[in-house]
T-cell receptor, first 111, second 115 residues
Framework: GNSVTQMEGPVTLSEEAFLTINCTYT??????LFWYVQYPGEGLQLLLK?????DKGSNKGFEATYRKETTSFHLEKGSVQVSDSAVYFC??????????FGDGTTLTVKP | DSGVTQTPKHLITATGQRVTLRCSPR?????VYWYQQSLDQGLQFLIQ???????AKGNILERFSAQQFPDLHSELNLSSLELGDSALYFC??????????????FGPGTRLTVL
């Protein structure tokens, strides 16, 4: 079956540091890849997505590139802020009922 | 705000009881998805409805059932509750059938505690 493995947390960074959260996947076919963010007490919000190989998703300074050759979709941001503190989920979708989520990575950014 | 609403926000009940969770999708969205988020199993897909019909089924227990009504709101019914059913239950919606490119918009969740 499909699976998503993401970097174990928690991750703690200082403000303005560079962020990478690793995500690799296993899937048959050609899934779409997503990063979601979950703030305390809220539901998941789409951060960015990519629907085919070599696509780059970007939003709010975050970026991730769909790498088919390494089956990866690593999340990066050049300079994190305290407000980026949240839980980040990598996910794939291979169609109806075929969404698979990683376990989530908790990011804490300190001033 | 995703536009997806869920009620109630919190629910505390006892083992063996039955509860109903309600979800209203974003305006215009035809698909509704239910997920369970627990500490030990992460985020698990339960079931999807599209325009009133069941479209896909995931790891949903037989004690759980769902439906989508003509006005497109959905309800998740959980019966014979066990301690292990304590979790956050999320509803999500999307405009389409649930193809691989569809974006799902999540509600704020219902936290269920079974005592």
């Amino acid at each position: 079956g499909n699976s998503v493995t993401q970097m174990e947390g928690p991750v703690t960074l200082s403000e303005e540091a560079f962020l990478t959260i690793n995500c690799t996947y296993t899937a048959t076919g050609y899934p779409s890849l997503f990063w979601y963010v979950q703030y305390p007490g809220e539901g998941l919000q789409l951060l960015l997505k990519a629907t085919k190989a070599d696509d780059k998703g970007s939003n709010k300074g975050f970026e991730a590139t769909y790498r088919k050759e390494t089956t990866s979709f690593h999340l990066e941001k050049g300079s994190v802020q305290v407000s980026d503190s949240a839980v980040y989920f990598c996910a794939l979708s291979a169609g109806a009922g075929k969404s698979t989520f990683g376990d989530g990575t908790t990011l804490t950014v300190k001033p | 705000d995703s536009g997806v609403t869920q009620t109630p926000k919190h629910l505390i009940t006892a083992t063996g009881q039955r509860v109903t969770l309600r979800c209203s999708p974003r305006s215009g969205d035809l698909s509704v998805y239910w997920y369970q988020q627990s500490l030990d199993q992460g985020l698990q897909f339960l079931i999807q409805y599209y325009n009133g019909e069941e479209r896909a089924k995931g790891n949903i227990l037989e004690r759980f059932s769902a439906q989508q009504f003509p006005d497109l709101h959905s309800e998740l019914n959980l019966s014979s509750l066990e301690l292990g059913d304590s979790a956050l239950y999320f509803c999500a919606s999307s405009g389409g059938l649930g193809t691989r490119t569809d974006t799902q918009y999540f509600g704020p969740g219902t936290r269920l505690t079974v005592l």
